[in-house]
C-alpha cells in the first residue's frame, strides 16, 4: 500500500506559477512510475503529466507543454509539478498517482493506482 498525499495548490492570476508536491508514504514509489492528473467541475480526469521512475523520462499533456515540468525526488518520496504561466482553464482539482510500473506508455489513467485526494488549484482572469 502507498498513501499520496498533494499540497501546495492555492489561487492564483492568470500568468502566475504554483508548485505542487505529492508526498509520499508506505511502499516505495522509486521503482515506479508517477503520474499528475486533474479534474475539472463537470468534467472528466484527465492525464497532466507523468514521469518515469529515474527522473529521466517525462510526458506531457499538449495543453501544459511547455508550461509545466515534472520531477521526483526519490529519497524524499516525492514528485512535484511546476506549473508556469498558468491560465484559468488550468483550474481544477490536482491529483497524483503511482504508475503500476516503472515506464510510462501513454494509457493515461489506465497506467496509474494509488492515487491521492487531491489539491485545488484555481486561477483567476
Known amino acids: 500500500q502507498v498513501q499520496l498525499v498533494e499540497s501546495g495548490g492555492g489561487l492564483v492570476q492568470a500568468g502566475g506559477s504554483l508548485r505542487l508536491a505529492c508526498a509520499t508514504s508506505?511502499?516505495?514509489?522509486?521503482?515506479?512510475?508517477m503520474g499528475w492528473f486533474r479534474q475539472a467541475p463537470g468534467q472528466e480526469r484527465e492525464f497532466v503529466a507523468a514521469?518515469?521512475?529515474?527522473?529521466?523520462?517525462?510526458n506531457y499533456a499538449d495543453s501544459v507543454k511547455g508550461r509545466f515540468t515534472i520531477s521526483r525526488e526519490n529519497a524524499k518520496k516525492t514528485v512535484y509539478l511546476q506549473m508556469n504561466s498558468l491560465k484559468p482553464d488550468d483550474t481544477a482539482v490536482y491529483y497524483c498517482?503511482?504508475?503500476?510500473?516503472?515506464?510510462?506508455?501513454?494509457?493515461?489513467?489506465?497506467?496509474?493506482?494509488?492515487w491521492g485526494q487531491g489539491t485545488q488549484v484555481t486561477v483567476s482572469s
Open positions: 514521469i518515469n521512475w529515474g527522473g529521466g523520462v517525462t
Open positions: 508506505g511502499r516505495t514509489m522509486s521503482n515506479y512510475a
Open positions: 498517482a503511482v504508475g503500476y510500473s516503472g515506464d510510462y506508455r501513454g494509457r493515461g489513467l489506465a497506467e496509474f493506482t494509488s
